[in-house]
């Protein structure tokens, strides 16, 4: 990567890498009480505490929450069947997009994560849910929908002309994504540091992913402009 767009892409994700893994360390060691939902330690807990008073709980947002979950899967299908049309049209596993599989990889990664922060966290919920009180760090919503989302706003991109469809295609990604970020912070059912941490883990994630999947793409462009001046 020699671009100016990849390096920055590159350097945006060490950052968001950099912040998330800062935010963990803070929960793991400042200011630890006792007010998660099943009277565990939750760090950072004066802010914590001071947002979700102020933010409330809502059981319509969290429902809206689980409802906008469409339009990341959306995505992630419309993507995948793009994927199988490449199959079909060039009849080999290798006439796929590279960049299509390095999405692919950006999925497991993201499934991965999940599974990973679902036992292993450093808060639990403010709530108890069925009797039941799940760990909270990062919001595993907020990082599908940011990872998700954000990925296929990239695609949009790099893949379609400049336009009124692309527009509209970035448009409901970035409508979606905040939807869905903000309705779940109003939910209740999440720390604010949960959702921030959600933020930054699925926007390192896109950043990445946009400089390992398009970096030499962006590298070739460079090279036939400055070719025909």
């Given at each position: 990567?020699?671009?100016?767009?990849?390096?920055?892409?590159?350097?945006?994700?060490?950052?968001?890498?950099?912040?998330?893994?800062?935010?963990?360390?803070?929960?793991?060691?400042?200011?630890?009480?006792?007010?998660?939902?099943?009277?565990?330690?939750?760090?950072?807990?004066?802010?914590?505490?001071?947002?979700?008073?102020?933010l409330g709980e809502s059981h319509l947002a969290?429902?809206?929450?689980?409802?906008?979950?469409?339009?990341?899967?959306?995505?992630?299908?419309?993507?995948?069947v793009m994927g199988i049309r490449q199959i079909?049209?060039?009849?080999?596993?290798?006439?796929?997009?590279?960049?299509?599989?390095?999405?692919?990889?950006?999925?497991?990664?993201?499934?991965?994560?999940?599974?990973?922060?679902?036992?292993?966290?450093?808060?639990?919920?403010?709530?108890?849910?069925?009797?039941?009180?799940?760990?909270?760090?990062?919001?595993?919503?907020?990082?599908?929908?940011?990872?998700?989302?954000?990925?296929?706003?990239?695609?949009?991109?790099?893949?379609?002309?400049?336009?009124?469809?692309?527009?509209?295609?970035?448009?409901?990604?970035?409508?979606?994504?905040?939807?869905?970020?903000?309705?779940?912070?109003?939910?209740?059912?999440?720390?604010?540091?949960?959702?921030?941490?959600?933020?930054?883990?699925?926007?390192?994630?896109?950043?990445?992913?946009?400089?390992?999947?398009?970096?030499?793409?962006?590298?070739?462009?460079?090279?036939?402009?400055?070719?025909?001046?």
């Amino acid at each position: 990567m020699h671009n100016r767009a990849s390096r920055a892409s590159a350097i945006a994700g060490v950052v968001c890498l950099v912040l998330f893994a800062l935010l963990a360390a803070l929960l793991l060691t400042v200011d630890r009480a006792p007010i998660a939902g099943d009277g565990s330690l939750v760090g950072l807990a004066s802010l914590n505490a001071s947002a979700h008073s102020l933010l409330g709980e809502s059981h319509l947002a969290e429902t809206l929450s689980n409802v906008l979950l469409v339009v990341p899967f959306a995505s992630m299908l419309a993507l995948a069947v793009m994927g199988i049309r490449q199959i079909i049209v060039r009849r080999s596993l290798a006439g796929v997009s590279r960049d299509l599989w390095l999405l692919l990889g950006l999925y497991v990664v993201m499934l991965v994560l999940y599974v990973l922060f679902n036992h292993v966290s450093t808060n639990n919920r403010p709530l108890l849910q069925d009797g039941v009180c799940e760990p909270s760090f990062p919001s595993s919503h907020t990082l599908l929908a940011v990872t998700t989302l954000g990925a296929a706003m990239v695609q949009a991109g790099q893949r379609m002309r400049q336009g009124g469809a692309r527009t509209t295609v970035v448009a409901v990604c970035a409508v979606a994504m905040a939807a869905l970020v903000i309705a779940r912070a109003l939910s209740g059912v999440h720390w604010a540091t949960d959702i921030l941490g959600g933020i930054l883990l699925g926007a390192a994630l896109v950043a990445f992913y946009r400089a390992i999947a398009f970096g030499a793409d962006d590298d070739k462009a460079a090279r036939g402009k400055h070719a025909r001046r």
